[in-house]
């Protein structure tokens, strides 16, 4: 089984849909949790940056873990053409400056 | 300021020669990571640096592989003798030393061995 599990879809989705991606993870030890966007030929950039279980939102954006479950999902509401993108969790043990654990990542479509 | 700078963008060797990547990080980032990102395989982390502390070579995936990082900043990722399946883009990544702050990737150097 791998460390962590993420569908890589692709999805589609029409222009203004709330799009939901989701990672599944084995290691209970981990404690920080992170979204990043990637866009094609570009690096990963950071979205969004959680501690343990619970929700986090920033704009269009919100970020949740839940621990008990080993999931975690991010919400993308009123989704536009320019987050057209992959889509990758990650993890870690410990906050920054360890090795991050990905998931495989989630391509994203968004038709306007 | 400046980000993560990575060159070649592109390279294309033939397999059995050697490469090397390069690596500029964000001034004052001390932390230094390499991952590998393949096609449908997400990112695999290969090598760690942090200061002046040993690296970790955990996740170099044989013996061709080998990275240094010179004065605490630039870092080359070493490939000897390459091979078909080291085809993939190259992610370099740093971070400052403060244990909260997120990674910030390079735009990596695409490989392609023939």
């Known amino acids: 089984q791998k460390e962590v599990e993420q569908d890589p879809g692709p999805l589609s989705v029409p222009e203004g849909a709330i799009v939901s991606l989701n990672c599944t993870y084995s290691n209970s030890a981990f404690q920080y949790f992170m979204w990043y966007r990637q866009y094609s030929r570009k690096g990963p950039e950071l979205l969004m940056y959680?501690?343990?279980?619970g929700n986090k939102e920033d704009g269009r954006f919100t970020a949740q873990v839940d621990k008990s479950s080993k999931y975690i999902s991010l919400f993308i509401r009123d989704s536009q053409p320019s987050d057209s993108a992959t889509y990758l969790c990650?993890?870690?043990?410990?906050?920054?400056?360890?090795?991050?654990?990905f998931g495989k990542g989630t391509r994203l479509s968004v038709i306007a | 300021g400046a980000g993560v700078s990575q060159s070649p963008s592109n390279k294309v060797t033939e397999k059995g020669k050697d490469v090397e990547l390069r690596c500029d990080p964000i001034?004052?980032?001390?932390?230094l990571y390499w991952y590998r990102q393949s096609l449908g395989q997400g990112l695999e982390f290969l090598i760690y640096?942090?200061?002046?502390?040993?690296?970790?070579k955990s996740g170099l995936p044989s013996d061709r592989f080998s990275a240094e990082r010179t004065g605490g900043s630039v870092s080359t990722l070493t490939i000897q003798r390459t091979q078909q399946e080291d085809s993939a883009v190259y992610l370099c990544?740093?971070?400052?030393?403060?244990?909260?702050?997120?990674?910030?990737f390079g735009n990596g150097t695409r490989l392609t061995v023939t």
């Open positions: 959680t501690y343990s279980s």
């Open positions: 640096f942090q200061g002046n502390s040993a690296p970790d």
């Open positions: 990544a740093s971070s400052p030393w403060d244990g909260n702050s997120p990674l910030h």
């Open positions: 001034s004052g980032h001390t932390a």
């Open positions: 990650a993890m870690t043990l410990l906050s920054g400056n360890t090795p991050l654990v």
